[in-house]
Nanobody, 111 residues
Framework: QVQLVESGGGLVQPGGSLRLSCTAS????????MYWYRQAPGKRRELVAT???DNNTAYKGRFTISRDNAKNTVYLQMNNLEPEDTAVYYC?????????WGKGTLVTVSS
């Protein structure tokens, strides 16, 4: 059974940083691409960052995605956060043709 569990969200002031983590289980983690999405209030869910099994990455400018295959964990380092980054951040993978999502972790950027 595929499970994705996000952590690391919280309240941060503008200009601050957070590192989100997503720990995966139930599949061969190292073989699959992982994704971070976010959904702000009243907005559609959007893709933030992608990392393949062999560490090819794509991400928005202030965010960095990385993975530790030994820990079955993918990270999202977020720097210089802005109020517009306030959202629920979700971890995602596609396994067996099915999209799997974690429950999300809330990031609030506010002074």
């Amino acid at each position: 059974q595929v499970q994705l569990v996000e952590s690391g969200g919280g309240l941060v002031q503008p200009g601050g940083s957070l590192r989100l983590s997503c720990t995966a289980s139930g599949f061969t983690f190292s073989a699959f691409a992982m994704y971070w999405y976010r959904q702000a209030p009243g907005k559609r869910r959007e893709l933030v960052a992608t990392i393949t099994g062999d560490n090819n990455t794509a991400y928005k400018g202030r965010f960095t995605i990385s993975r530790d295959n030994a820990k079955n964990t993918v990270y999202l380092q977020m720097n210089n956060l802005e109020p517009e980054d306030t959202a629920v951040y979700y971890c995602n993978t596609i396994w067996g043709g099915i999209n799997y999502w974690g429950k999300g972790t809330l990031v609030t950027v506010s002074s």
